[in-house]
């Protein structure tokens, strides 16, 4: 008989009390010196010259179009990608066709690509020197160094989130219940939104917040494309890079902190919803 069959499964894991509080050690202290203390001098910074001084450098005309782009930019580029995240987790976790696993290449493409030289590929084809910059100007329109161009930036950046929170759980859920809708006579829209997406919506907004957590803070690639022009196309990241830049320290450390409580918000929401998701896959996993 084999001595190991007498093992708990836990054994093999198992490790003396010093070697996990050691490794809790080390992660907590680095977690306090990376995050929770630059976090903390965030705020500390922003309020250090008085409320007064905060409100007015978040209400200025210059952060106040900054904001306001951000969350043009957040509000166009996360809805298109909601669709366009379920219809690609949708097709590659219930059909099968070719160039399926090119489809799932293509969307993790924005996670190898540096964001910088996904705006130089816009400007490519769209600036004023670029594939379609003659016909653009001789039509009056404008794409790079405005708004079109940051919503276009920031599409490409976040588009792979939503998807790729939504086709491990399709997956794992399967083809059955769509099916048995079928039998019964149900049509795809009526499969969709009364089997699908029930059964996804948790992880659909865990993905919608981890997009609008991305595209709020973006800065490469909306750099490229943005022209800088203040006023008018600065996104709150630029616009914090502009003042500290200035040396205007409070206002930048005021504006940034609007993106860090933004963050904190989506912290939060993002452990909520993740633990909904992780008891959706646990129950799919059990009843295959």
């Known amino acids: 008989m084999n001595p190991m069959s007498h093992s708990s499964p836990e054994a093999a894991t198992t490790e003396p009390a010093w070697v996990r509080r050691t490794l809790i050690g080390v992660a907590l202290a680095f977690l306090t010196l990376f995050l929770f203390i630059p976090l903390v001098l965030v705020f500390i910074e922003a309020f250090r010259k008085g409320a007064e001084v905060y409100l007015e ?19 166009i580029s996360v809805p298109l990608n909601l669709v366009f995240g379920v219809a690609a987790a949708w097709a590659i976790a219930k059909f099968e066709f070719r160039g399926k696993s090119l489809l799932l290449t293509l969307i993790d493409l924005p996670f190898s690509v540096s964001p910088v030289i996904a705006g130089l590929i816009y400007i490519l084809v769209f600036g004023l020197q670029g594939w379609l910059g003659a016909w653009l100007q001789a039509h009056e329109l404008k794409i790079i160094f405005a708004v079109p161009g940051i919503v276009l930036a920031t599409l490409f950046i976040t588009f792979p989130f939503v998807a790729r929170e939504l086709i491990p759980l399709m997956q794992a859920q399967g083809v059955e219940q769509e099916e048995a809708a079928t039998v019964l006579g149900a049509s795809g829209w009526q499969t969709f939104r009364r089997v699908t997406l029930p ?87 059990r009843s295959e």
Request: proline fraction near 2%.
């Open 199 to 285: 059964n996804v919506k948790w992880a659909l907004l865990y993905g919608v917040i981890l997009c609008n957590a991305r595209a709020m803070g973006e800065f490469g690639a909306v750099s490229v494309v943005s022209g800088h022009i203040r006023g008018q196309t600065n996104t709150m990241p630029l616009h914090i890079e502009i003042l500290y830049n200035e040396y205007q320290f409070a206002a930048a450390f005021a504006v940034a902190s609007l993106l860090a409580a933004l963050a904190l918000v989506t912290l939060a929401l993002k452990y909520v919803i993740e633990r909904r998701v992780k008891a959706q896959l646990k129950q799919a996993g």
């Open 57 to 75: 450098a978040i209400t200025e005309p210059d952060a106040a179009s900054a904001i306001k782009l951000t969350l043009i930019a957040a509000g």
